[in-house]
């Protein structure tokens, strides 16, 4: 599975944006689907997830403001970011999991996109 992440880029602090994450292969409505961030000088975090079956989970603070969905049709998971704030500022990589039990926890996950750079000004 290869995954490749787009939409980011720089955006004021209240602004929007979304992320997408299209992955190859015909498994991907299998896969359970996460969204992590790494800020500078900082460990990566994880921020969202989506299972096969649809349900979402979703880190504290980020709830609210940050959604994950997915397209199965499209082989693509989102990332819809609303009232962003500059401590979101990161770069943010898509995952995708076989058997991933933990979504919050990294190792889970087999594949890893490249990355989508966020930056929020304030």
């Known amino acids: 599975v290869q995954l490749q992440a787009s939409g980011g880029g720089l955006v004021q602090a209240g602004g929007s944006l979304r992320l997408s994450c299209a992955a190859s292969?015909?498994?991907?409505?299998?896969?359970?689907m996460g969204w992590f961030r790494q800020a500078p000088g900082k460990e990566r975090e994880f921020v969202a997830a989506?299972?096969?079956?649809?349900?979402?989970y979703s880190a504290d603070s980020v709830k609210g403001r940050l959604t994950i969905s997915r397209d199965n049709a499209k082989n693509t998971v989102y990332l819809q970011m609303n009232s962003l704030k500059p401590e979101d500022t990161a770069v943010y990589y898509c995952?995708?999991?076989?058997?991933?039990?933990?979504?919050?926890?990294?190792?889970?996950?087999?594949?890893w996109g490249q990355g989508t750079l966020v930056t929020v000004s304030s």
């Open positions: 995952a995708a999991g076989r058997t991933t039990r933990s979504v919050v926890a990294g190792r889970e996950y087999d594949y």
């Open positions: 292969g015909r498994t991907f409505s299998s896969y359970v």
């Open positions: 989506i299972r096969s079956g649809g349900s979402t």
